[in-house]
T-cell receptor, first 114, second 114 residues
Framework: KAGVTQTPRYLIKTRGQQVTLSCSPI?????VSWYQQTPGQGLQFLFEYFSETQRNKGNFPGRFSGRQFSNSRSEMNVSTLELGDSALYLC?????????????FGPGTRLTVL | AQSVTQPDIHITVSEGASLELRCNYSYGATPYLFWYVQSPGQGLQLLLKYFSGDTLVQGIKGFEAEFKRSQSSFNLRKPSVHWSDAAEYFC????????????FGAGTRLFVKA
């Protein structure tokens, strides 16, 4: 069974631009969560989608948004990039939505903002 | 508020020595607890999880963890460390409060010396 895939793996953007990251969950998984990992703040929850609906959102500005498609694939978008958005963005999928569901993580997308 | 504390930023152990990584959590309800490992530039791999039942849980790669409700702890142990165990380790609690999300500790970087 294929794992969680994220594209692209690496991305370089400049301040003010926008970026879209993609996540394909494990087949059959309906929940996708996104996390931002930085050396200073560690791993922080961005949002969770289940059956195309955003179920929960972390404490991030509105520049961060996401969506989920009917095949459970998810995208997250960051508009008006800032230097502080440089991070590893991790996607995780699980069968269901809820704390008792094991999450499987993708390799991440490394975003560098210059 | 829910939180996870990993008091050790980094730990160095000799190959073959035993290992214990500490984790304390703050969570009002029954916690769903996890330990993940992350190699440089990679995503997170689940080592083990505790949902309920036996408080000593076995995981992959020879790791185990013990849940102690009275101490709000979920420490990770391994009897004999291998050089390949050098990585960063994250303790996490999954929460349904306000919506499903996973809260991570700051991580402990493990160095293994020959």
């Amino acid at each position: 069974k294929a794992g969680v895939t994220q594209t692209p793996r690496y991305l370089i953007k400049t301040r003010g631009q926008q970026v879209t990251l993609s996540c394909s969950p494990i087949s059959g998984h309906r929940s996708v969560s996104w996390y931002q990992q930085t050396p200073g703040q560690g791993l922080q929850f961005l949002f969770e989608y289940f059956s195309e609906t955003q179920r929960n959102k972390g404490n991030f500005p509105g520049r961060f948004s996401g969506r989920q498609f009917s095949n459970s694939r998810s995208e997250m978008n960051v508009s008006t990039l800032e230097l502080g958005d440089s991070a590893l963005y991790l996607c995780a999928s699980s069968l269901g939505s809820g704390a008792n569901n094991e999450q499987f993580f993708g390799p991440g997308t490394r975003l560098t903002v210059l | 508020a829910q939180s996870v504390t990993q008091p050790d930023i980094h730990i160095t152990v000799s190959e073959g020595a035993s290992l214990e990584l500490r984790c304390n959590y703050s969570y009002g309800a029954t916690p769903y607890l996890f330990w993940y490992v992350q190699s440089p530039g990679q995503g997170l791999q689940l080592l083990l999880k505790y949902f309920s039942g036996d408080t000593l849980v076995q995981g992959i790669k020879g790791f185990e963890a013990e849940f102690k409700r009275s101490q709000s702890s979920f420490n990770l142990r391994k009897p004999s460390v291998h050089w390949s165990d050098a990585a960063e380790y994250f303790c996490a609690v999954a929460s349904n409060t306000g919506g499903f999300k996973t809260i991570f500790g700051a991580g402990t970087r493990l160095f293994v010396k020959a």
